[in-house]
């Protein structure tokens, strides 16, 4: 009976993954501008891996591999927002008709940005 549970607590999070892995990637194609893709890109892949991990950690019970793929998330925790900030800062800094892609708010900020302040 335990091992039913598990299964189907392991098979809800894992699809969930599963769905907002696909959803993300629909996200992508969706939208129009880099930044908006980056965006995208870097909240569905933190939430659908994580989601996925722990549905494998739940299936596979607590071990030292569950605890090898709890490590690699907070890995990805740290690195996927730091590499999404850096290539929006990077879109920013050598796309020089950025105004014309999309409506900037602060122009300030974009100025600031280009000259590395």
């Known amino acids: 009976m335990l091992d039913t549970i598990r299964f189907i607590i392991s098979l809800l999070l894992t699809l969930g ?12 194609y969706k939208f129009k501008y880099s930044l908006s893709r980056i965006h995208a ?11 996925m991990m722990l549905g494998v950690v739940v299936g596979n019970g607590i071990n030292l591999t569950s605890l090898k793929m709890l490590l690699i998330v907070c890995i990805l925790w740290l690195t996927s927002p730091v590499s999404g900030h850096l290539i929006g800062r990077l879109e920013i800094t050598i796309n ?3 105004e014309k892609d999309m409506m ?3 122009q300030s900020m974009v100025q600031h940005e280009k000259e590395g302040d």
């Open 17 to 28: 993954g599963l769905f907002v892995l696909l959803s993300g990637v629909v996200g992508i």
């Open 96 to 98: 020089d008709e950025l």
């Open 41 to 51: 890109g870097a909240l569905f892949d933190t939430v659908g891996i994580v989601l």
């Open 104 to 106: 900037v708010l602060d």
